[in-house]
């Protein structure tokens, strides 16, 4: 059943459409694919090049989220979904994951899926499909609260 | 100067783009993973939009000889699939769905200082290490960049 309540279509493109254009800022000014968690777990492998672009995009990540803050505070969590134990093994996960499977949402979902990869396309239906299953097992198997 | 104003503005376009599409609130997108339960298709949303206008001006862009700041662009050539892309996705949207953060809105939602995010964002850290200690050397990572092929070896000299 659709969640009308929470559903968010107008916005919810309007951001999609701002996450777009950054990527493709990022493909015109750096030619590289605006991929998070390669952009930030290259700044912690020493082998990875092109430090710069990696720290200042992340600066640019991180000074929207203290901007946001300010201007509109809602629009970061206000109820929780976890624990704090449950959000750290969350994100052990995410971070091993999006590197051993190169991307994320962003890298896979976003810029993949607009290259047309079947290599992309392939990882966003893993996680989708893990994704939503997991939500499945947690929700309503163990109906877990958090 | 000008290539470092360009990453600064295009992460925070990228962050701003995440908090408007609400990928930054870990309940709106466990809502669009709870497909058996009460569904937000919301997010759908936002992946479409960017992909609507990525996908275009993906196009656009790549008619240029060259980036505004480097020699060459740098895309992914690979097109096989493996069972380490598989896992490693799979094991991404596991965590996905347990914390409601993906690596983006993480680090958005950390500088914000909402408390889960600093401790999502301290853990993914360290699974990234993880990873980077345990397989890195099972698989190229060529260029830095780890989409890129294993066959792309060209140097390129530094901006």
């Known amino acids: ?146 | 100067m000008k290539s470092r104003l360009f990453s600064l503005f295009a992460g925070a376009l990228f962050g701003v783009g995440l908090s408007i599409g609400g990928m930054t609130r870990p309940e709106k997108v466990v809502g669009f993973l709870d497909v058996t339960g009460l569904w937000d298709p919301s997010l759908a949303f936002v992946m479409g939009g960017a992909i609507a206008v990525h996908f275009v001006l993906f196009r656009v862009v790549l008619r240029r000889k060259a980036p505004l700041f480097d020699d060459h662009f740098h895309l992914p050539t690979r097109r096989d699939a493996d069972p380490r892309l598989f896992v490693g996705a799979a094991i991404f949207g596991i965590g996905w769905a347990l914390g409601g953060f993906c690596p983006g809105p993480g680090l958005a939602s950390a500088a914000a200082g909402v408390f889960p995010a600093i401790v999502f964002v301290a853990a993914m850290t360290a699974g990234m290490l993880l990873e980077h200690a345990t397989t890195a050397r099972t698989h190229s990572r060529m260029e830095g960049w780890p989409w890129t092929s294993r066959r792309s070896t060209t140097p390129r000299p530094s901006p």
């Open chain 1, 1 to 146: 059943m659709i969640d009308f309540e929470s559903f968010t279509p107008v916005s919810a493109l309007v951001g999609g459409a701002l996450i777009g254009l950054s990527a493709s800022l990022v493909l015109l000014s750096h030619g590289k694919i605006a991929g998070i968690s390669g952009i930030y777990g290259g700044l912690f492998d020493p082998a990875a090049r092109d430090q710069a672009f990696r720290g200042w995009f992340i600066g640019g990540l991180l000074l929207s989220g203290l901007v946001v803050r300010v201007v509109w505070p809602g629009a970061f969590q206000s109820a929780a979904v976890a624990s704090l134990g449950v959000t750290a093994i969350a994100g052990l996960l995410v971070g091993f994951g999006t590197r051993l499977g190169n991307g994320c949402t962003s890298g896979h979902g976003v810029c993949g899926l607009s290259r047309l990869s079947p290599r992309s396309l392939f990882a966003t239906l893993s996680f989708v499909g893990t994704g939503v299953l997991s939500v499945h097992v947690v929700r309503h198997i163990l109906a877990v609260s958090p």
